[in-house]
Nanobody, 125 residues
């Protein structure tokens, strides 16, 4: 299984970006896809999660601003980020559990089997 993120970049405060995570090697069964981010002070946190039934979960810090969605036909998960803030600046990673449900604790990054290479998002005022 491979995960490839794209869509990062630089944007001003209040702007929007859409990240994509294309996953390959998955053909059938449950999955759980998550977006995590590595903040400048080296802190890592979960941002948004979606499973193959389309159920979504968000971190409090992004609720109402970020939207996670998936297109199974295209094998892609998206993270629409609106009203971006300086504190959203981070390297964003796509993580996955393939052929299995979401972990009991969805916010533990080590519970996920696969990681992408990351895409940088920089928000400036």
């Amino acid at each position: 299984v491979q995960l490839v993120e794209s869509g990062g970049g630089s944007v001003q405060t209040g702007g929007s970006l859409r990240l994509s995570c294309k996953f390959s090697g998955y053909t059938y069964g449950d999955y759980c896809m998550a977006w995590f981010r590595q903040l400048p002070e080296d802190k890592r946190e979960g941002v948004a999660i979606i499973d193959n039934d389309g159920q979504t979960t968000y971190a409090d810090s992004v609720k109402g601003r970020f939207t996670v969605s998936s297109d199974n036909a295209k094998g892609t998960v998206y993270l629409q980020m609106d009203n971006l803030k300086a504190e959203d600046t981070a390297m964003y990673y796509c993580l996955a559990v393939i052929t299995g449900p979401c972990p009991s604790n969805k916010w533990r990054d080590y519970e996920y089997n696969y990681w992408g290479q990351g895409t940088q998002v920089t928000v400036s005022s």
